[in-house]
Structures are given as C-alpha cells and as structure tokens.
C-alpha cells in the first residue's frame, strides 16, 4: 500500500528558532495535509494543500505541495513552547480513497 | 459541542469480550472516517462513510472488526472477541467534503485489551 516517509522522527527545539519536517511518498497524491497532535488529543488541522507546487501560510506555519505531488514541507518560523507536540504529514486523494498518514514529527523543548 | 465526539474515553475490557465505541460527528458532515493509532505511530484508516453505506472499508484488520452508521450521523465501531493486540487509540473523524477532503478528528477512544 501507500506509505509516507516523515522526517525527522523527532527535533528538539529553542524558542525563536526555526523548525522544518518532510514528507515524502512514492505515490502521487492529490492533497496533503499537516496535522498537530497534543497528548491524549486527537489530530487538528494545520494547513490543507491541493495544487501541486502550492505554498500557503497559516501565521507562523508554511507548508508546500511538491510539485511532483510526492512531497510537501511544513516550516515553523520563530518557534515557541506551545508548538512542542506531534506534527503529521498525510496524502490524499491517491490510489486509496482516504488519508495517509506518516509518522509522525515529534517537537520537543530543548533542555 | 461542535466538535466531534468520541465515547467512551477509555475502555477496558478482557480478552475475548466484545466492545462497542460510538462516534457523533460533526453536524451536517456526510463522510465519517476510524482510524486506529498505535503508541508512536500515525493514524492508521480503517473504515470510511459516505453517508450510511461504507465507501471503504479495506482497512478493517479482519472480520472482527465491524462498523455501521444507520442513519448517515452516528457511527459505531464494533469489535468481536477482542485480542490484547487491539490494544490502541481509535480515532473517528468527519469531513464535509469526503473523499480525502479535510478531516476533523475527535480525541479518540483509547482501548485496553488485558
């Protein structure tokens, strides 16, 4: 089946600093999407993306479609504590009728 | 609430028993989604409504798994003769569109298997 790639399994960050995660796939999808995950929370929407090549920004957040359509990037600028949590990249609209999801970027603070 | 709701929070249960989860999405939403999530894994699809009849249900692990959504609104996801390996967060979702189209998650059912 269709599988995603994420990376980085996990980052640690300094406030202020900059953050960037992937997400790849050997598969065309039609949509990919960026979820944040809390703990014992279910995912939530960050940024929805249909257009290969697109770029959209959410405030601090900008994430690209590929323009392969098997790829995007999510960015943080100027990262602060409450953006720690789970970042998942998925693929819609492929072969499958349903989102794809990876596994996942996991944000710290860094100690 | 507007969101969609997810019940029960926590289940525990034995091996062997059956359980029921229900899931209320969003008003107005047609599609529903369950998805299952393991302890440091992404969200994995298992079953997805378009309306009452399952539009997808290639996910389902094996004919344990079964889930119904009468009347086009609340969901529930059953499953039979429960086994420890079901142990996970089972995550429901909805979406105005369908069809991949952006999904709204609730917080998930987290089940135990002892």
């Known amino acids: 089946g269709q599988q995603l790639n994420q990376s980085p399994q996990s980052m640690f960050i300094q406030e202020g600093e900059d953050v960037s995660m992937n997400c790849t796939s050997s598969?065309?999808?039609?949509?990919w999407l960026w979820y944040k995950q809390d703990p014992g929370e279910g995912p939530v929407l960050l940024i929805a993306l249909y257009k290969a090549g697109e770029l959209t920004s959410n405030g601090r957040l900008t994430a690209q479609f590929g323009i392969t359509r098997k790829d995007s990037f999510l960015n943080i600028s100027a990262s602060i504590p409450s953006d720690v949590g789970i970042y998942f990249c998925a693929g819609g609209g492929g072969s499958q009728g349903n989102l794809i999801f990876g596994k996942g970027t996991k944000l710290s603070v860094k100690p | 609430g507007a969101g969609v709701s997810q019940t029960p929070s926590n289940k525990v249960t034995e091996k062997g028993k059956y359980v029921e989860l229900r899931c209320d999405p969003i008003?107005?939403?047609?599609?529903l989604y369950w998805y299952r999530q393991s302890l440091g894994q992404g969200p994995e699809f298992l079953i997805y409504f378009q309306g009452t009849g399952a539009a997808d249900d290639s996910g389902l692990p094996n004919d344990r798994f079964f889930a119904v959504r009468p009347e086009g609104s609340v969901s529930t996801l059953k499953i039979q003769r429960t086994e420890r390996g079901d142990s996970a967060v089972y995550l429901c979702?909805?979406?105005?569109?369908?069809?991949?189209?952006?999904?709204?998650f609730g917080e998930g059912s987290r089940l135990t298997v002892l």
């Open positions: 979702a909805s979406s105005p569109q369908g069809f991949a189209g952006e999904l709204f």
């Open positions: 598969s065309i999808f039609n949509t």
């Open positions: 008003s107005g939403h047609t599609a």
